[in-house]
Structures are given as structure tokens and as C-alpha cells.
């Protein structure tokens, strides 16, 4: 069965430093692995996904997340973070095209001025 | 497209009420999720459907909880007798059939708190 873990629940920094949100993941397959973010009271957005290909992934908002199948990871980052970048972050996995995506926990980030 | 459209946004109710929450998926996506957002779980898969017909409902708490998809355009999700509990967000998501991109688009959530 698939799980992911995110390593930390809570992540504060200060604008302008960078940031790296932690994901791991299991699975007995291939797997597509996603980062969403979810601004308050709203529903979740996707940030980027790996499908296949390279493994250094960009998605919007200036964020980038690198798959790396022997560490069983996606780490999320951002080299300079703003503000309005203060969000829950979830990394999810699926096992097939279409099937069902399984949430890590979420890592709150708080952005500090 | 508009989205995903949930309805209602917010839902107060008593304990032992029925509550049904409403969804209308991207027009053309074939796969529909229900999940539940808590402090205490964060995101569990409720159900999903694949066109129109119920593929994994292993993340139904119990029997309270029931999903239907009667179309493509349109899904429930109910609760009776609702209890104290049952106080969650609940999202639903679409995305396309298999062979496409494997991303889903969630709906704005319905709070649901029950008293």
C-alpha cells in the first residue's frame, strides 16, 4: 500500500530565505507525485507533479521539487520565499493514471517578515 | 470551466440531522473524489467514482456515510444520522481518464459543522 510522510508539520522562515518542505513517500510500484498548496479556506491547488522524465520538477509560483526514487522522496523548494507564500502544503502520490491520490499529512509554512 | 462547484459552502446542523453535501465535477472528467479534512487526520480519500460507478469506498468511515454519482455532472455525499464528529471540511475533486494527466482540481470545500 502507498503512504506519504511529510517529515515536518510546521515550517517558519523569514522572507527572502529559502525553504525546503519534506516529503517521502512508499510504494511497491511507479509512482506520480504531487505538491498542492491550500491558501486559508480555500480548496487545494496544484503546485507541480512528477509523471515521468526528469526529475527536477518546476511548478508555479517559483517552486521546484526533485524526485529522487532511491530516497524514496520529493522534496518541495523555493530559493526566496514571500509572504504570500504562507500556506499548507501537501504532498500526494498516486499509483496509476487516474487512480486515487493518497495525502501526506501537510506541512504548514509560515513566512515571517 | 468553472471548476469544481461544491455546495453548500458552510453547513451548521444538529446531531441526528441528515446532511447531503453536492459536487459538480469538471465537465468531462471521468474520475470523481470525496475527501474529508480534519486537525486530527488532514486529508482522508472518502470514495472515488470512475465514470459514474463507485471503484474504492474503503475510507467510508461507516455506515453512516453514503456517496452516490447518479451522472457524470453531479454527486452526493450523505450523512445520516450526522453526529458531533462528523465536524470536518469536505472536499471534492475531478480529473480526467486514465491514459491523461493525472492531476485533480478540488472544489472549494463545504465546512461542515454539526452540533
Known amino acids: 500500500a502507498q503512504s506519504v510522510t511529510q517529515l515536518d508539520s510546521q515550517v517558519p522562515v523569514f522572507e527572502e530565505a529559502p525553504v525546503e518542505l519534506r516529503c517521502n513517500y512508499s510504494?511497491?510500484?511507479?509512482?506520480?507525485l504531487f505538491w498542492y498548496v491550500q491558501y486559508p479556506n480555500q480548496g487545494l491547488q496544484l503546485l507541480l507533479k512528477?509523471?515521468?522524465?526528469?526529475?527536477l520538477v518546476k511548478g508555479i509560483n517559483g517552486f521546484e521539487a526533485e524526485f529522487n526514487k532511491s530516497q524514496t522522496s520529493f522534496h518541495l523548494r523555493k530559493p526566496s520565499v514571500h509572504i504570500s507564500d504562507t500556506a499548507e502544503y501537501f504532498c500526494a502520490v498516486s499509483e496509476g493514471q487516474g487512480g486515487k491520490l493518497i495525502f501526506g499529512q501537510g506541512t504548514e509554512l509560515s513566512v515571517k517578515p | 470551466d468553472a471548476g469544481v462547484i461544491q455546495s453548500p459552502r458552510h453547513e451548521v446542523t444538529e446531531m441526528g440531522q441528515e446532511v447531503t453535501l453536492r459536487c459538480k465535477p469538471i465537465s468531462g472528467h471521468d474520475y470523481l473524489f470525496w475527501y474529508r479534512q480534519t486537525m486530527m487526520r488532514g486529508l482522508e480519500l472518502l470514495i472515488y467514482f470512475n465514470n459514474n460507478v463507485p471503484i474504492d469506498d474503503s475510507g467510508m468511515p461507516e455506515d453512516r456515510f453514503s456517496a452516490k454519482m447518479p451522472n457524470a455532472s453531479f454527486s452526493t455525499l450523505k450523512i445520516q444520522p450526522s453526529e458531533p464528529r462528523d465536524s470536518a471540511v469536505y472536499f471534492c475533486?475531478?480529473?480526467?481518464?486514465?491514459?491523461?494527466?493525472?492531476?485533480?482540481?478540488f472544489g472549494q470545500g463545504t465546512r461542515l459543522t454539526v452540533v
Open positions: 510504494s511497491s510500484v511507479s509512482v506520480y
Open positions: 475533486a475531478s480529473s480526467l481518464r486514465p491514459g491523461a494527466i493525472t492531476e485533480a482540481f
Open positions: 512528477y509523471l515521468s522524465g526528469s526529475t
